[in-house]
């Protein structure tokens, strides 16, 4: 972590307390304001990760318009600053206030050390993750420009396609439906030396089996009955750019050995020629298939499968990537907005939540989906539950054992994504033992993180 990213300011107006937390959060870089216009200073010579505040400031020590008046000038001025806010005893409607307006997280009074300190060295994580990814975006100038995700799944897509993508290796992408394939194949190209040739896609499951081999090779004139003249396949297409094979575990046995050929040749003769034509096109495939299974089931090659498979990128669903599901939804919201002209700026805490505990089966389209029609369906500023219609966009389960199952096993990813994988932090966050913890990482197949502490 940077000397910036040490940075701790505490808004606090009483003494007693402002020295207790200056004692608590010791090995942070702590500054202390006990008003606004101090804390604004503070914050605009520090560049504090963190802000740890109090609701109720001077002059409106016993009320909260000064503290909401802070949270709104702080974000104005930082709007990566995660503030954590100290509310009353019990003074639920506020806390939940605060987060409707930007805060990241709360903390009531009486003041749990413990959990605070939990709580606040997330924040710090937090605000380090998606430092990381903001670099690693500019890094790649527009590249990774629109592709939303902090996750460390994400990044660690992100670091493998910036290593790849110079390469003229073929790329196999693997993930769900909507978990942004594609979004990752357009990545690749435009991080490559081919980013000024032509990017074509086609999607081997849309097109009849019959119609698929003129349509990635071509055909001459009068090769078959209705073929008026000579076409280039997609795979001419895409010459000096990049062709991407979707659903290529969809693609018809017969056609496979011809796209092998290809692959090992780099020359296409189109249906009905006699010519065999060079071409320089660098392949990715795409699918949401388990290939070694449709192996095992005599539906795909295996010389293929290796051919296609030099590097293989998994993109996880967007269950396991929990801590990207709001900041997708905020990207989401924010493009629906601007597309439809709606001052739409947020979403209730309420609706926040549910989108966060929703399955998503559709993945990443799905969530943008539901949130385009939100805006389009939004009566205020804010997108309520009501208006985002998860039932039916998520497909209610009835399984109870599996709701449950399922709900645990992202409560488990979120916690991993906000600890940063420290496992005390993570079981911290859980209420359990770090021996539960390790019984339910390994009864969800979860990965422990490499640092564990
Ligand atoms: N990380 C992301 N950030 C922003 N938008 C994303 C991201 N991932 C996916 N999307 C958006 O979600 C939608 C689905 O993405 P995409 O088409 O790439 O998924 P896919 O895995 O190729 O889906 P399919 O398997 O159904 O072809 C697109 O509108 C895309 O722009």
Redesign the pocket.
């Given at each position: 972590m940077s000397q910036k990213q040490r940075c701790l300011l505490i808004v606090e107006d009483d003494v007693g307390l402002q020295r207790q937390l200056r004692w608590s959060f010791e090995d942070y870089d702590v500054v202390m304001a006990g008003d606004r216009p101090t804390a604004l200073a503070l914050l605009r010579r520090h560049e504090p990760a963190v802000v740890l505040q109090d609701l109720g400031l001077p002059p409106d020590a016993t009320g909260t318009t000064e503290g909401f008046a802070t949270i709104a000038e702080i974000l104005q001025d930082a709007p990566h600053t995660k503030i954590v806010v100290v509310t009353g005893n019990g003074d639920r409607d506020n806390a939940v206030k605060s987060i409707g307006c930007g805060a990241y997280d709360f903390c009531s009074k009486p003041l749990e050390l413990e959990v605070l300190r939990l709580i606040v060295d997330r924040a710090f994580r937090v605000h380090e993750l998606e430092a990381e990814n903001r670099k690693l975006r500019s890094q790649s100038s527009t590249v990774l420009e629109?592709?939303?995700?902090s996750s460390e799944a994400?990044l660690d897509a992100y670091r493998l396609i910036e290593k790849v993508s110079p390469s003229s290796a073929t790329v196999l992408l693997l993930?769900e439906?909507?978990?942004?394939?594609?979004?990752f194949a357009r990545a690749v190209h435009r991080l490559s030396t081919r980013r000024d040739g032509p990017f074509v896609a086609i999607n081997c499951a849309a097109i009849p089996e019959t119609l698929l081999e003129a349509e990635l090779f071509g055909h001459e004139k009068g090769a078959y009955t209705g073929a008026h003249k000579q076409t280039r396949g997609k795979i001419e297409l895409a010459v000096n750019g990049t062709l991407l094979l979707?659903e290529i575990g969809d693609m018809p046995f017969a056609l496979q050995a011809k796209l092998l050929r290809f692959l090992e040749e780099r020359v296409v003769e189109r249906i009905g020629g006699r010519e065999l034509i060079p071409v320089d096109v660098r392949i990715i495939c795409?699918t949401?298939q388990d290939l070694p299974a449709l192996i095992s089931a005599g539906r795909f090659r295996e010389d293929l499968f290796y051919r296609v498979s030099e590097v293989t990128i998994r993109?996880p669903p967007l269950r396991e990537r929990a801590g990207d599901i709001a900041p997708?939804a905020r990207?989401f919201l924010e493009q629906a907005a601007s597309r439809h002209g709606r001052a739409v700026h947020g979403f209730t805490a309420k609706a926040l939540k549910a989108i966060e505990a929703s399955p998503w089966r559709g993945n990443?389209?799905e969530l943008?989906n539901a949130v385009n029609s939100a805006v389009i369906m939004a009566d205020g500023k804010q997108i309520d539950l009501e208006e985002l219609r998860l039932g039916a966009a998520g497909g209610d389960i009835l399984d109870l054992r599996q709701v449950r199952n399922d709900a645990e096993k992202r409560a488990i990813q979120r916690a991993l994504t906000q600890a940063g994988g420290n496992l005390s932090h993570v079981a911290g966050l859980l209420g359990i033992s770090r021996p539960t913890l390790y019984d339910l990482l390994d009864k969800h197949g979860l990965k422990k993180p490499a640092d564990a502490d």
């Open positions: 629109g592709i939303i995700g994400m993930g439906t909507g978990t942004g394939k594609e979004v979707d795409a949401h993109l997708l990207h990443v389209r943008e």
